[in-house]
């Protein structure tokens, strides 16, 4: 398969419409929900990735923005599942300074911002964030042109941040995963502190868990500094899930604090 147009009939082809119905309530597709219209074909991640196995070398980057703008959830999940492979391929350490490296993985990185809201539901941006936009903030980039690099990135950052969009919004957050796991705890308080009044429970809970693994792989003083400013205030939502890795004592005094 080298086109997005046999990627998609495949796809379909594997159609399960028990599975179907159970991912349409699990990832709440009803009404007013925040899935609301999104479709499935009922396939499960294992699935996806098997065909993303298959075809994410012989598949140009130009074909990739078809199966982003599928309907099926899975079939955009493909999309994303082959950029976060085409970037990875690129982003090795031996590929970290290349020059033609450095241009593939910003005209990935381009591509998926430029299809963001395509990511519209938290699988989907959880799924590709971490490894797309959080990788590409650890590595050389050309697409700040003069400005500094990091200025360009926390930028960025920060339009995705103050989008609309809920989902833009989650990538920002969810992409300091990998920041985290290389580290660096700066991009995780960052965006902690400016989406830490969300009144969505998707970004309080994204909010919770990028702070609790920021304190596991960075440092937990980090973590109770933070609680310390914002305990008293912040969802309680977002605080369950920060210090869910805390003994039970230590939980139970931050759940007082914030009463």
Known sequence: MTTAKEI????????????????????????????EGDE????KV????????QVYQSLPLAEVPQLLMSRWHEVRLCGLLTLVEDFGRLATKRCE?????????DEILSMYLQYAE???????????APKLLGHWLLLPTRLAGDTPEEDFKRSTLDALAQSENLWRQRMSMVCTWKTTQQGDPSWCLRYAEVHLHH???????????????M?????MQLLRDFLRRHAHHMPRTTLRYAIEKMTDEE?????????
Not at 118 to 128: E, G, K, R
Not at 215 to 219: A, L, Q, T
């Open 8 to 35: 998609i009939q495949y796809m379909e082809t594997l159609r399960d419409e028990e599975q179907r119905d159970v991912l349409m309530r699990f990832f709440k597709t009803g009404e007013g929900e925040y899935g």
């Open 40 to 43: 499935f074909l009922g396939l």
């Open 46 to 53: 294992p699935q996806t990735r098997e065909v993303v196995k």
């Open 97 to 105: 300074q290349d020059p033609s490296a450095i241009q593939g993985r």
């Open 118 to 128: 395509q990511a519209n539901n938290w699988d989907l941006v959880d799924l590709s």
């Open 199 to 213: 009144p969505h429970d998707l970004m309080q809970k994204a909010v919770g868990w990028m702070l609790r693994e």
């Open 215 to 219: 304190g596991k792989r960075v440092s």
């Open 251 to 259: 939980r139970k005094y931050w759940m007082q604090v914030s009463e």
